[in-house]
């Protein structure tokens, strides 16, 4: 039976350390370090995202600005509050909650961040920053939770065979760009990757970030394997991950449960990245 990774718990200490140090920043510079929270429509799923987000902020002593945008607003009304936000010196951190309706391309939205201001870590200049290996870029949240969840375990990333299967911009690419940074040799799987089990089952780490519920089953998985699962999925079961926990936690070492593994883990790393943020100024 492997042994579960508790991101609730982790997360709780990460912002136990956040809350003093906000509450130090507070001291220092009169005032609150502030992260603006930015919704557009009606997306149940963001909702809660966006309220577990704007409540982690009052546990830790950051103030949140939250903006709730109709689904029928255009881009550039969008990005006039970005660049509003950009020039507000209350405000250290920004984050648009993804998905954006059809209508509005999240690339052109996202670039109009302020890269100083980029919580979420996903401006085309902090995602360079990390595939180059530059230190002082904000590094996207659930990436960063995923290798602190990782390095939770004590066992070495070093030298190991990590399998990430999903390739977006938010977790598959910039989870596989630390993995290597930590010296792991890295294979990036995806819907048209062919012998899909035969690579997983070769994985030391394995992290599922493919949002098909249940996707990953005990028999692609290496026994002792650390496994990490990004998924989210909303099923008539309730929430369900990517990986089938039931089968799956018999056969790995170590494995996150959906919820209480990666989604706190986020959480905290959107905090740490507008805390740390906020210091760099
Ligand atoms: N939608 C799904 N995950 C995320 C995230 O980490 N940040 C933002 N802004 N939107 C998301």
Request: proline residues 4%; contains cysteine.
């Given at each position: 039976?492997?042994?579960?990774?508790?991101?609730?718990?982790?997360?709780?200490?990460?912002?136990?350390?956040?809350?003093?140090?906000?509450?130090?920043?507070?001291r220092?510079?009169?005032?609150?370090?502030?992260?603006?929270?930015?919704?557009v429509?009606?997306?149940?799923?963001?909702?809660?995202?966006?309220?577990?987000?704007?409540?982690?902020?009052?546990r830790?002593?950051?103030?949140?600005?939250?903006?709730?945008?109709?689904?029928?607003?255009?881009?550039?009304?969008?990005?006039?509050?970005?660049?509003?936000?950009?020039?507000?010196?209350?405000?250290?951190?920004?984050?648009?909650?993804?998905?954006?309706?059809?209508?509005?391309?999240?690339?052109?939205?996202?670039?109009?961040?302020?890269?100083?201001?980029?919580?979420d870590?996903?401006?085309?200049?902090?995602?360079?920053?990390?595939?180059?290996?530059?230190?002082?870029?904000?590094v996207?949240?659930?990436?960063?939770?995923?290798?602190?969840?990782?390095?939770?375990?004590?066992?070495?990333?070093?030298?190991?065979?990590?399998?990430?299967?999903?390739?977006?911009?938010?977790?598959?690419?910039?989870?596989?760009?630390?993995?290597?940074?930590?010296?792991?040799?890295?294979?990036?799987?995806?819907?048209?990757?062919?012998?899909?089990?035969?690579?997983?089952?070769?994985?030391?780490?394995?992290?599922?970030?493919?949002?098909?519920?249940?996707?990953?089953t005990?028999?692609?998985?290496?026994?002792?394997?650390?496994?990490?699962?990004?998924?989210?999925?909303?099923?008539?079961?309730?929430l369900?991950?990517?990986?089938?926990?039931?089968?799956?936690?018999?056969?790995?070492?170590?494995?996150?449960?959906?919820?209480?593994?990666?989604?706190?883990?986020?959480?905290?790393?959107?905090?740490?990245?507008?805390?740390d943020?906020?210091?760099?100024?």
């Open positions: 039976m492997a042994e579960i990774l508790d991101g609730k718990a982790i997360a709780e200490k990460i912002k136990q350390d956040l809350a003093i140090r906000a509450t130090e920043f507070e220092k510079t009169g005032r609150k370090i502030g992260l603006a929270v930015i919704r429509g009606a997306d149940p799923a963001s909702a809660v995202y966006v309220r577990n987000k704007i409540k982690a902020c009052e830790c002593n950051i103030r949140s600005l939250s903006y709730e945008l109709d689904e029928s607003v255009n881009a550039d009304a969008l990005i006039a509050l970005i660049h509003k936000l950009n020039k507000e010196p209350d405000v250290d951190g920004i984050l648009v909650q993804l998905p954006l309706p059809k209508h509005i391309d999240e690339r052109v939205v996202l670039s109009e961040i302020t890269p100083d201001k980029d919580a870590g996903f401006h085309a200049v902090n995602a360079g920053k990390l595939f180059l290996g530059e230190k002082g870029g904000t996207a949240c659930t990436p960063r939770g995923i290798i602190e969840l990782i390095k939770s375990t004590g066992v070495p990333i070093s030298g190991k065979h990590a399998v990430v299967v999903g390739r977006s911009n938010i977790v598959g690419k910039p989870v596989a760009m630390l993995l290597l940074q930590n010296d792991a040799t890295v294979t990036v799987c995806h819907s048209r990757t062919q012998n899909l089990k035969d690579i997983t089952l070769s994985a030391d780490i394995l992290v599922a970030a493919v949002g098909k519920s249940n996707f990953i005990a028999d692609m998985v290496k026994r002792g394997a650390i496994v990490i699962d990004v998924g989210m999925n909303r099923t008539e079961n309730g369900c991950g990517d990986v089938d926990f039931y089968s799956v936690k018999d056969v790995a070492g170590y494995i996150t449960p959906v919820p209480g593994g990666v989604g706190p883990m986020t959480v905290a790393m959107l905090l740490c990245n507008t805390v943020g906020a210091m760099h100024e």
